[in-house]
């Protein structure tokens, strides 16, 4: 038996490039992935502003060295009632990852990513995908939970998510639909 080959990685990766740094484009240490399938009301009317709510996104993950990076990916289905917007946070271990946008406005919230929904006349039953990707640094070795949550600043709106307000589950136009979040752990 021959095995050919130009190159053998190290077992922990390569260190990650981020713009402006020296690396060779990191190597994935391990990766987690969890498929949300199922369906979460967040407000049921009383939702309370400045209330971050969990949206059934949680992943969590052992970094294997406290210099990884946790590069955080996935997508969230989601709709509002009456057409309002929705803020999404990263929060990693209680604790929430905000952007890190520049700004100063102390009033100003910085969302990790946001979508809108209830447009037109699809106000009831159309459903929104709304992607993220984060890298973070979470500096530890110890186990690290990271969950999506939500926020809105009306307080008569709902969330729902992978569902629709209306959720007839017996028409073809409104469907149910999943979310993921997925960690992986690169070589920092």
């Known amino acids: ?72 990916m996935g997508h969230i289905s989601h709709n509002c009632v009456g057409n309002q917007q929705v803020f999404f946070f990263l929060n990693r271990g209680g604790s929430i990852v905000t952007a890190a946008n520049g ?26 995908t709304t992607p993220f990707h984060y890298l973070d640094s979470p500096n530890t070795t110890s186990s690290t939970v990271y969950k999506v949550q939500a926020l809105t600043a009306t307080t008569s709106t709902d969330i729902f998510i992978n569902r629709s307000d209306a959720d007839r589950a017996s028409t073809y136009y409104d469907s149910r639909a999943m979310s993921n979040i997925t960690l992986m752990e690169v070589c920092g």
């Open 1 to 72: 038996m021959t095995i050919k080959t130009n190159k053998i990685y190290p077992r922990d990766g390569l260190p990650t490039y981020v713009r402006g740094s020296t690396g060779s484009g990191g190597g994935v240490i391990q990766t987690v992935s969890f498929p949300f399938t199922g369906t979460t009301q967040l407000g049921g009317g009383t939702l309370a502003t400045g209330t971050y709510y969990d949206t059934g996104l949680t992943a969590t993950i052992t970094p294997q060295s406290a210099s990884s990076k946790i590069f955080v």
């Open 103 to 128: 700004d100063t406005d102390g009033a100003r919230r910085s969302c990790w990513v946001s979508g809108q929904t209830n447009q037109a006349d699809y106000s009831d039953w159309a459903i929104m």
